[in-house]
């Protein structure tokens, strides 16, 4: 990668500087929090044709309406009206798919009162516009510095300079109520720069920064969502999830987003399933409920209540008829006649193949013990060394052989570690 081109993601965009000296911008696709696809692209819409959406930093989007009547399209720097002087920013979007981004912010184009875009970027306005953008890193350190001097319950997450470079926004985090009239004046002499302090919240902040989850993809709140709805517990608990903060909470050290995904899906599976508050009456005796599979509606059932080794699984519908029976005084036959359902098997990414079929095999050689039969009588020399050599080639009580015959066995032979019945008599 050159050293003159710089990536900016935070804006979605690439800075070069060429080899004449001028700085080209250009748009970068692939690099955009909140990105929406065009889907589309090409298709023209004549009451949507002045309208377009414009990109700042991070996820700060705005619907900004085309008053110049110059030919404007995706990927182009304009200049757009803002609340003192103008602000620059880059075009992501154009053409029907607008409206739809409108429906969604509810905005209304007949009451709404769009801010315009006055041109085109130039040259000149690009380079101001990395001016102010290079003071931002400083601008954000020193900004903390001074709010811990003045003693206030706060931290200051990122900082975003207008175009134009004479005003900044400083994105903050805070749980109760601060105090800013000392801070703004100190800012404002210090930077010499219009303030705007803006409060947001911890998943903000994690949209801000960005990131990569649990999961390996792309934070959701840096991706696509924009209104963050509240999210509780009680959606990991109809979801059978384990209670432990650090797995359910994300980044942002909040309750993850992910967790409201599937809770409808589960909530509509539990409306099906029996609420089994005593145990099921049987003639063999009486089955306790020990687990439940919400999606494949399945209950598990034991007649040991304090065990989960012999688990009998029955069907939503069949546990709906057995509370019906006995409530009328009747009881089912058994439930161990009850088939049980085919269950998925695990089978790893190498196959059936053991993933420790690599390693040496290591034995503990365990010491004999010393015999306490004592021989008849004396043996000559000849006896006793054919008698070492015997029971250097026989197994010993454990089936394990010598070093010297098994290194032999190796070569091509299976080794029978079965004990013969003359070894085990002595």
């Not at 004046?185 to 919240?201: H, N, P, S, W």
Request: net charge positive.
């Amino acid at each position: 990668m050159s050293e003159s081109k710089k990536y900016d993601c935070s804006r979605g965009c690439i800075v070069e500087r060429q080899e004449s000296g001028e700085l080209e911008c250009t748009y970068r696709q692939g690099c955009c929090k909140l990105e929406v696809y065009d889907w589309l692209q090409g298709v023209s819409q004549e009451q949507y044709k002045d309208f377009f959406e414009v990109r700042f930093k991070n996820t700060r989007k705005g619907i900004y309406r085309n008053g110049s009547g110059q030919s404007i399209k995706t990927g182009d720097m304009v200049i757009v009206e803002a609340a003192n002087g103008h602000d620059v920013g880059i075009v992501t979007l154009e053409g029907p798919v607008v409206a739809r981004q409108m429906k969604i912010k509810r905005i209304d184009p007949a009451t709404y009162e769009f801010k315009r875009i006055y041109r085109k970027a130039k040259l000149f306005d690009v380079e101001k516009w990395q001016e102010a953008i290079a003071r931002e890193h400083e601008t954000m350190i020193r900004s903390r510095q001074i709010a811990a001097e003045l003693g206030l319950e706060m931290k200051i997450g990122d900082v975003e300079f207008q175009g134009d470079g004479t005003k900044a926004i400083f994105y903050y985090i805070a749980d109760g109520r601060v105090d800013f009239r000392q801070l703004i004046k100190v800012f404002a002499e210090e930077f010499r720069i219009r303030i705007e302090m803006k409060q947001i919240g911890a998943r903000q902040e994690a949209g801000l920064i960005g990131g990569l989850g649990v999961c390996g993809r792309e934070l959701c709140c840096s991706n696509y969502i924009s209104s963050f709805q509240s999210i509780t517990t009680s959606a990991a608990r109809c979801q059978d999830l384990s209670l432990n903060p650090q797995k359910l909470a994300g980044q942002c050290g909040k309750l993850k987003c992910c967790l409201n995904y599937e809770t409808a899906a589960y909530m509509d599976a539990q409306s099906r399933i029996p609420k089994v508050n005593n145990p099921l009456e049987f003639q063999d005796g009486l089955a306790y409920l020990m687990k439940t599979d919400i999606l494949r509606e399945i209950m598990y059932f034991s007649y040991d209540p304090s065990s989960l080794a012999n688990l009998y699984p029955m069907y939503a519908e069949d546990v709906w008829d057995v509370i019906r029976m006995n409530r009328n005084g009747e009881k089912p036959e058994s439930l161990k006649s009850e088939p049980e359902p085919a269950m998925p098997e695990f089978v790893s990414a190498v196959g059936d193949d053991s993933i420790t079929r690599f390693d040496e095999a290591r034995k503990r050689r365990k010491k004999k013990k010393p015999s306490s039969r004592k021989p008849s009588g004396p043996a000559s020399g000849h006896d006793a060394a054919s008698r070492q050599d015997a029971s250097a080639a026989r197994p010993d009580s454990q089936g394990n052989q010598p070093k010297q015959q098994n290194r032999n066995r190796n070569k091509g032979h299976r080794r029978d570690n079965r004990p013969r019945k003359e070894d085990n008599n002595g």
